[in-house]
């Protein structure tokens, strides 16, 4: 069985929407380079080549001499910096006539301090609920129409409007930022995806998808304009990868089964590549990993944020061997599934500076604290959702803000 030993002393995610730290920040910052030499990053040069339609090729960057492996070590180098955790609703369908919630629905934090909720019997259907939490109207439904989704994916808030993204009906929604009323609509890429887009300000995105088009075959990233359009293809294959956006003009992609985050540009190139090695997070040839009562670790969320620091979700669970019908013989077979007791579900929150390769902060949740027994999922980056029964029998979310304080 694996073992987590040293796990760090921490806090939770930050979103430090204001500027009040900067000179904290920059405290910290210029005492880890006494100690740590600061990332000189070469970029990668790529030629682009255009093909026959006009669009630009796939882009196969590879890092090569040019990109340095950044690889981060040790525990947090800011003794005063502490990850904060604060609940700060909990979604509830109560007043709500024939409810809502059910296991797996989603929130979305908006700006405004209200909610933005996916959730009905098959994760069709939207909802908002007010800054206590209480669901109060539906917004959208099942369905092929203006305001109707198939699978909505995810929710995303841009200056002037906001945006959700449905793959199953290949079709992207603009919502007003008042009413929320449809404003229009854009097309998808005929993509197959699980994964949220990086949306940008302007509401161009990226996709880890599959694209089955000659210049996107075989590429996991894909830039696509508010309209739709596949501007490029690019990046290099990873399995069940996570994505978020780097300002405006690149973006974070990870590897869930291994503490490993690379950062390209949306022109291709591939600009960074951060490797944590910690002995609580195995490699992906650790073969024992998946015997019954062993822990599995899966990287469940990076984000930036406005300072430019890189926070990164580590879900810790525990596997354990039970018997299961198979549903096509009818015979009984050991199976291993994720243990329901929340006490072996652990989540380990960690912040790093890309610029000096350090971990700034660090902080571990157990399950006795209030993870579900289906684990916490990071929201953003900033926020985290948790699944719960409430004492009525109906499912509750309980929406967590993380802020790193110095």
Request: proline share 6%.
């Amino acid at each position: 069985m694996i073992s987590i030993r040293h796990m760090h002393r921490a806090g939770h995610h930050a979103s430090d929407r204001t500027s009040g730290h900067e000179n904290d920040v920059a405290r910290w910052r210029a005492a880890s380079i006494r100690y740590f030499p600061r990332l000189s990053v070469a970029i990668l040069t790529l030629s682009l080549i255009v093909d026959g339609v006009g669009a630009t090729s796939p882009l196969a960057a590879q890092a090569g001499p040019g990109i340095k492996t950044t690889t981060i070590s040790g525990e947090p180098t800011c003794e005063r910096c502490e990850i904060e955790r604060a609940l700060l609703a909990t979604i509830h369908d109560r007043s709500f006539p024939g409810g809502a919630l059910v296991i797996g629905g989603s929130v979305h934090v908006n700006r405004a301090g209200t909610f933005l909720v996916r959730a009905g019997p098959r994760m069709r259907e939207l909802f908002v609920a007010d800054e206590s939490g209480a669901i109060i109207r539906q917004i959208g439904r099942q369905g092929e129409g203006p305001g109707e989704y198939l699978r909505p994916l995810s929710v995303h808030e841009l200056p002037q409007a906001f945006v959700v993204f449905d793959p199953t009906l290949g079709r992207v929604t603009w919502l007003a930022p008042d009413n929320l009323e449809v404003t229009r609509t854009a097309r998808m890429p005929a993509v197959s995806t699980g994964t949220a887009p990086a949306v940008f300000s302007d509401g161009s995105c990226v996709l880890r998808a599959t694209l089955p088009t000659r210049s996107g075959i075989g590429l996991p990233l894909h830039l696509v304009t508010a309209d739709g359009d596949v501007v490029r293809s690019f990046g290099q294959d990873s399995p069940s990868a996570i994505i978020a956006p780097s300002g405006d003009s690149a973006v974070w992609a990870a590897q869930v089964d291994r503490y490993r985050v690379e950062r390209w540009h949306i022109d291709g190139r591939l600009l960074a590549v951060l490797q944590r090695e910690v002995d609580w997070f195995p490699s992906p040839a650790d073969d024992d990993s998946q015997q019954a009562g062993d822990l599995i670790f899966r990287l469940s969320g990076i984000s930036e944020d406005q300072q430019g620091r890189l926070w990164v979700h580590t879900s810790i669970r525990t596997l354990r061997e039970v018997r299961a019908v198979d549903a096509t013989t009818g015979q009984e077979r050991s199976v291993l599934r994720l243990s329901p007791d929340p006490a072996t579900a652990q989540e380990v929150i960690e912040v790093l500076d890309p610029v000096t390769g350090v971990v700034i902060a660090s902080r571990r949740i157990l399950g006795s604290d209030g993870i579900a027994a289906n684990g916490i999922a990071p929201m953003g980056g900033f926020y985290q959702q948790v699944h719960r029964l409430g004492e009525q029998g109906t499912w509750l979310i309980d929406i967590w803000e993380t802020r790193l304080s110095f």
